[in-house]
């Protein structure tokens, strides 16, 4: 058995994963990530690197300390959960709940994403 992802249509997706193998859509929850400089939010959807040309949109004047790829969140595409990511070409270390990242992380409500361990801070919240 295989199903249909409602997004881009492909069709052939494995039974028991809950991502399009094609697009990474999942119909289910959603990533939030808010400033606490700003207020603003960005809603995440699929996996996605985060940059600095993406965070100043929403994320205000500490989005300079970001480099063009700073982290990446994806989804386990067998249990829906979302991971964070340093990017290894960053130059300033992404921090989570005022630890340095260095490997992959499941993401949970209210956990906090910097860069060091005070600028730029991102609350994290998971919506269905
Ligand atoms: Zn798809």
């Known amino acids: 058995m295989s199903w249909k ?33 700003t207020g603003k939010a960005i809603r995440v959807r699929i996996s996605t690197t985060v940059g600095k040309h993406l965070l ?9 300390f970001a480099s063009d790829s700073q982290f990446r969140v994806t989804r386990d595409s067998d249990t829906g959960a979302w991971i964070i990511e340093h990017a290894p070409d ?12 260095e490997a992959c992380v499941p993401l949970e409500s209210g956990a906090c994403i910097s860069i060091g361990p005070e600028k730029m801070r991102l609350v994290v919240a998971i919506e269905a």
């Open 5 to 37: 992802c409602k997004s881009c249509g492909f069709e052939a997706n494995t039974d028991g994963k809950v991502a399009c193998e094609a697009c990474g859509y999942y119909d289910g929850q959603v990533l939030v990530l808010q400033s606490q400089e």
């Open 56 to 64: 100043r949109t929403f994320a205000g004047e500490e989005a300079r």
């Open 90 to 101: 960053a130059k300033n270390p992404t921090f989570l709940n005022g630890g340095k990242l």
